[in-house]
């Protein structure tokens, strides 16, 4: 077991109804709030009605139009400019994983005299960030329990995990009723997401019995709440187990001790949405089953029987062989049949660029140190398997 | 699924060796320490000598000879005395749960000016706490990572959970070599603790597929790893395994947004221990088949066959009061194969104040609220088949 030095002071609010409590949970930070939010659909649930009359009396500037696969520019840049402008003194990020990820680069930004990208790409450490609040209304990321963001830059088609201890959000509100009106394909996505953060702290060289366990209570549960989610999206409490289980695929909990996965299906799917923005949760639903499929050897094979018998329920009778390959093909099956395209090209992805972008993830992502060591012909290779 | 509003603010450091960067996580609190500890084990294995040498230079104040149950007096009562004297900035604790809960009532009391009981028994609510920092030497309570205590005053029998958010440990070190040398009593006593712990939050009537993967999986750890600490003291691995797993017993993040428990053992366990000073791990081990046995009924039925099942491995397509019996049966087994004296008269406890325990259980425990609501005569009939 590794030694490890953890900890995740968010405080979770959950349930329907909490967030009558925002104007009290605010009233700690000040009173003049960054609200940041995409593309309009927390009005169209009138949440965002509801937030401005909750806090009626406080001085809010608004940043909205954040992109999934959040932009470096505009939205950072012009959410630090704001903060700076305005003297905010709280950043409220309503929405999805992806409006928080671009709200904790603006925390820290906007306490940083240089340009923000000196913190995003590691070049200086932050030294402060300002406070963060959500109102999560997407069950996918983990981003409302974590102490990353993902950035993207148009320009140079990178897109980086930024992770600093500033980042975690203070206050997290998570209401499973906001999370009805998400339709099909991104509540497939979100369940495909966090599958993924879970199965990338799975694979791993030594793992304690623990977090076998909890990871594989969360596999479980995604699949089994996913399903109930789909199939009547007003479903509280599957939405509800839904929301919670997202919340902690990416904290760390699920894997405190046990020794480091790399996460490669992250890295490489992260080039293929900086090339071509594609939905995050299904560029990992495509990509995982391949990944799988390239890394199963004499080495790898006992994990993945653990998988298959705990996961998916295989009969452990069966050749150790045949419970591998029947888990990879059960973990495909499981993506296909709610409804995500599993092929490259169904998201407008095609073999013209396989090579510049396994050359962009062999430089960036450090995936010679994953798990199953890949090498730049590994990940052009599993690029290819799922086209 | 419940509504809920959860935070653990308590950082992590675990591992080998990791008390060497207790200077720099001291030095954040302040120079004036007080250092809290029981019996002496700490001079055994030289972390107390460990401990002066890390912090030269600083002024620490010793509080020692803090018990098993730990004593609002003197223990409680001298260490607020000492720390309004010497303007405590931070409490070190050093050892197991006891000291640590005792280290508790001490810092929120240190910042009070009244009688610290006032706290300790809900009549004024705490406005503050001084920080505490502590390193573990045994693996059982969870304390560690959560924000009760429990204070125990002789001279009213009172025995009580005391809870507020002010007082999670602020830094807690976790080096499972200090756990080594804990004997084979304490070590099962510690594995029915933590086992306990994760039960009371699995019997109640509504729960997640997630907590309950999350609980079975603490279960099977703790079985697992409890038995291979007790067959070689110094497996680090094991030792380790085990020492995070009680980490995560009280902390509440194994039943968010489950239905309440009401605890119901600990009720009936804190009256065994203030009336007779027993070994609390030892009470609730004694204690849970016997309560198990005596709410086994329709309504509870699913959850001990969902239990038998998942924990035991017992076979899901035998008659389901059968798997229930079973289950019932091997928990009493595990516990009497990990050497846990199974009945109280082996620990001291006779008939003789049955009566009296139970009506002071019923009056003060809250008992009609549990999973399986306990009168005071269910209380008496569950003390009596313990005997």
């Known amino acids: 077991m590794q030694n490890f030095d953890y900890m995740t ?3 979770l609010i959950f349930g329907k109804g909490v967030v009558e409590k925002l104007p009290q949970v605010m009233a700690q930070f000040g009173n003049r709030i960054l609200l940041t939010y995409g593309g309009g659909s927390i009005k169209k649930i009138g949440l965002y009605q509801k937030v401005h009359e909750l806090l009626r009396g406080c001085e809010i500037v608004e940043l909205s139009g954040i992109q999934p696969n959040p932009k470096y520019d505009p939205s950072v840049l012009e959410g630090v400019r704001l903060c700076k402008e305005h003297k905010i003194d709280v950043i409220l990020s309503v929405g999805g994983g992806s409006v928080l990820d671009c709200s904790k680069a603006i925390a820290a930004g906007a306490c940083y005299d240089g340009d923000p990208w000196d913190l995003i790409s590691y070049k200086v450490k932050a030294q402060a960030a300002l406070p963060i609040v959500d109102i999560i209304t997407l069950a996918a990321t983990g981003s409302e329990y974590d102490c990353g963001g993902v950035i993207s830059r148009t320009e140079t088609n990178d897109k980086i995990g930024y992770i600093d201890r500033h980042l975690f959000p203070l206050v997290s509100f998570l209401d499973p ?10 509540t497939a ?9 879970t199965m990338e702290q799975y694979f791993v060289e030594d793992a304690t019995l623990l977090n076998d366990g909890f990871c594989e209570s969360m596999l479980r549960s995604l699949m089994v709440n996913g399903r109930k989610c789909l199939e009547n999206p007003e479903d509280y ?3 509800a187990e839904m929301m919670l289980a997202c919340t902690y695929g990416c904290n760390g909990i699920l894997a405190l001790g046990n020794s480091p996965s790399g996460w490669p299906c992250h890295g490489i799917e992260h080039a293929l949405s900086a090339y071509y923005d594609i939905t995050h949760g299904e560029g990992l639903a495509i990509i995982t089953p391949r990944w799988m499929q390239h890394i199963l050897n004499e080495r790898t094979l ?3 029987v653990k998988y298959g018998i705990n996961v998916f329920g ?3 009778s069966l050749d150790k062989w045949e419970i591998a390959s029947k888990a990879i093909e059960e973990t495909y099956k499981f993506f296909e049949s709610i409804g995500i395209p599993m092929h490259l090209r169904e998201v407008g992805i095609d073999e013209s660029r396989i090579g510049e972008m396994a050359h962009h993830i062999a430089v960036n992502e450090g995936l010679e140190n994953a798990y199953a060591p890949l090498t730049e012909k590994d990940i052009a290779e599993i690029i290819t398997a799922s086209l």
Chains 1, 2 share one sequence.
């Open 9 to 11: 002071p968010t405080r």
């Open 177 to 186: 009723t906001y999370t009805f009106t998400v339709n099909r394909k991104q």
């Open 189 to 197: 996505a979100g369940i495909a997401d966090a599958m993924n953060h």
């Open 237 to 239: 409490t599957a939405r």
């Open 302 to 304: 006992s994990r993945f």
């Open 314 to 316: 295989i009969d452990a």
